[in-house]
């Protein structure tokens, strides 16, 4: 397969909202309960922007850096040789190329010292972001101006970001389509809120969309994770 057959392949772009946004500057965010693949989700949604060769950063909060790189390196292994993809090694070393990952204790995150970064890589030269993820943000800990923060810094910037948050437990076959704890006081910042849960007879994880367009909707319907290779499936029973 080629690049950019696999680009037009890949499901995952609906999920971003960018066919039917009339602004790139949007939020998404990806709920699950502690283990069920919320960072597998961050970095294929990276990994759409990064394949259509724009750049991306990642922010990792409570996460070393290596451990980061080997989400990304071990999910472009598993989808090029799924795909049997054509020039892998080239496509990989463009990926790295366009992609930086920023990390944070949990202590020491903020909004003001990530826009700092952002900023002095942008003044150097170094990248200039169309998507940002951030993985690990608390927001049991968190107080709504800084999401308030965060919005304003999208659309400052021009930038899709996408969040993970950690569920309580009790939210698999959630049968409302209400934002749960501890983001059920900010879901109205958010663009769109997938939710990570199980089903029952089913072997795949399904992204249940919580808020977004009839497209992303639609588009959650299709798609599964697979909870062994953390990877997006249609095809799932």
Known sequence: MQKQELIEKNPIRHLKGESDAKESSRMGLVMARAGMGKTALLVQIAMDSL???????????????????LWYDDLFQDISKACKLEKAGEIHEA???NRMIITFNESSF???????????????HVITPSCMVVDG?????????????????????NLQIWF????????????????????????????????????AKSECLDLKI????????KCGKLLKLDP????????CK
Do not use: W, Y
């Open 110 to 124: 903020s909004r003001a010292k990530l826009e700092e970064r952002l900023h002095d890589l942008v003044q150097q």
């Open 137 to 157: 943000f608390d927001f049991a800990k968190t107080d709504r101006s800084v999401l308030e923060e965060m919005r304003e810094l999208a659309t400052k910037m």
């Open 51 to 69: 394949l259509n060769d724009k750049q991306v950063v990642h922010v990792s909060v409570g996460q070393s850096l290596d451990k980061t790189k």
């Open 210 to 217: 919580l808020k977004g367009s009839a497209a992303v909707s």
């Open 164 to 199: 993970s948050a950690v569920c309580s437990e009790g939210i698999d076959n959630q049968h409302t389509n209400e934002v749960p704890a501890p983001c059920n006081g900010v879901g109205d910042l958010f663009n769109t809120v997938v939710l990570l849960q199980s089903v």
């Open 95 to 97: 990926i790295k190329r």
């Open 228 to 235: 062994q290779t953390f990877m997006i499936r249609e095809d």
